[in-house]
């Protein structure tokens, strides 16, 4: 399986990449499958069902409102995030739906999206059936999709439940292990994103990869301007605050003082930021996933800005780096809440963060691996347990250690010889195991942990 940089960083809409885009994307390719297939004049009724993490919180996590978009054609990346709930709200008031957004049948929303919270699917834990119906009531075509993380999504004939539709491009460094990573910087004398960027112009100009990766970061920037901005409460029963706008004025008025931590509340700052905008629903990158998204803005935000000789083709590398070091934790264990936990979130995130800061402040390929190895290292076990199902508790704040998190590990590797106890490829097969032993609980179904002690208190 090939994966580009662009599989792991796309541009998308909050609150998550599993329960939010992987569901638009489903329902958009069901809908445009039958309109290809010349079916679609003759739907009457569609429904669908979410199974497992995708049923357990997915109101919370926006799935019901992704589905409904992706049936009316809009993709993550390009659906007006500032008009995407009154469109939803006609959707179930009106009570009609626009296929693809030419075709208007009628829709129930209790009898035609249906959200399972005991049920699951036997290949991964966010499940999806889409059905679709003529005139008659006979169903005309049947599709099941799983949302296995990042935003990737596979259908039913998909081998494994944590791989992506194969790409069998040829690349010329090809790579699936941290082991044969190093290696491969070894023999041909290279570091890993320059590795990373041999692979990536199989598909692009190095304009075309550098262009693309500055427009990741300008929405990166946007985003992180964007939580700045934005004032008042988060969507949903919790009334959590947006910090962002008023530490922002603090630390821009000087009003917390000298401080020789300052620079830490900095990087809160960015991270905080990134995920309130995400669990508003705003827009984010995917960086692997959704309830990551704020660390590898956040710990880039501190190369910018902290560190001296900051520069595009430093932004380019950092960026390069992280893909890297991500593809390794999507093909040997997994970036899915639902299937490992937080740890294969913001776990992931923080690896691939430590290891890119690592590389643009001269770190050797050694130490970038330890550097990501750190970063995960001490993440292993984290719960995904959100409270009420929202995308806000204990997300927000998680991102902003694990991106503080990231920027120690990297310091902690550049000052090293890159000799460790500890391979990186050992630390994600222990992720892996970690979350297999993992009571589902605590994997994105808000059943365990401070899911339901918070809401008991």
Request: glycine letters at 12%; hydrophobic letters at 40%; aromatic letters at 6%.
């Amino acid at each position: 399986m090939a994966l580009s940089v662009f599989d792991l960083y796309s541009i998308g809409i909050g609150p998550s990449s599993s329960h939010t885009v992987g569901p638009m994307r489903a329902a958009r390719t069901f809908v445009e499958g039958l309109r290809e297939d010349g079916e679609l004049a003759r739907v009457g009724r569609v429904k669908a069902e979410l199974f497992g993490s995708l049923g357990a919180t997915g109101h919370g996590h926006g799935s019901d409102k992704a589905v409904l978009l992706g049936m009316e054609g809009e993709a993550p990346e390009s659906v007006d995030t500032n008009t995407a709930d009154d469109r939803v709200a006609a959707i179930k008031g009106d009570r009609k739906v626009w296929l693809a957004g030419t075709h208007k049948i009628g829709f129930t929303p209790d009898k035609d999206l249906i959200m399972h919270r005991r049920k699951s699917l036997p290949t991964h834990p966010n499940g999806m059936t889409f059905h679709a119906f003529n005139g008659a009531g006979e169903l005309i075509r049947q599709r099941t999709y799983f949302s296995v993380g990042g935003g990737f999504v596979v259908d039913e004939t998909a081998t494994g439940a944590d791989r992506v539709v194969q790409d069998d491009t040829e690349l010329p460094l090809y790579f699936t292990t941290g082991a044969q990573l190093l290696e491969i910087c070894e023999r041909e004398q290279l570091t890993v994103s320059e590795v990373m960027l041999r692979n990536e112009r199989v598909w692009r100009s190095d304009k075309e990869i550098r262009d693309g990766l500055l427009e990741i970061w300008a929405v990166m920037v946007e985003c992180v301007n964007n939580g700045y901005r934005h004032e008042g409460t988060l969507p949903g029963g919790l009334k959590v605050p947006r910090r962002a706008p008023q530490l922002h004025r603090e630390l821009t008025q000087g009003s917390r003082g000298e401080d020789p931590l300052s620079v830490m509340d900095w990087v809160n700052l960015y991270a905080l930021a990134v995920n309130e905008e995400n669990a508003s629903g705003g827009r984010v990158v995917t960086a692997p996933t959704n309830g990551a998204a704020g660390i590898i803005p956040a710990v880039l935000h501190y190369y910018v800005h902290f560190v001296r000789g900051a520069d595009e083709a430093g932004i380019v590398k950092f960026l390069l780096t992280a893909a890297a070091i991500g593809i390794l934790f999507k093909e040997n264990a997994s970036i899915s809440g639902a299937e490992v936990g937080c740890q294969g979130e913001v776990g992931s995130a923080c690896a691939m963060a430590s290891g890119a800061l690592c590389e643009v402040m001269g770190g050797s390929p050694a130490q970038v691996e330890n550097a990501a190895e750190i970063g995960i290292e001490h993440n292993l076990g984290l719960t995904c347990d959100p409270v009420g199902g929202l995308v806000q508790i204990p997300c927000i704040e998680r991102n902003a250690i694990a991106s503080v998190k990231a920027i120690n590990a990297a310091r902690l590797a550049y000052g090293g010889s890159g000799v460790h106890t500890v391979s990186l490829d050992k630390a994600i097969k222990t992720m892996r195991d970690t979350g297999r032993d993992m009571s589902v609980k605590y994997k994105e179904t808000a059943r365990g942990g401070l899911a339901v002690n918070v809401i008991e208190c």
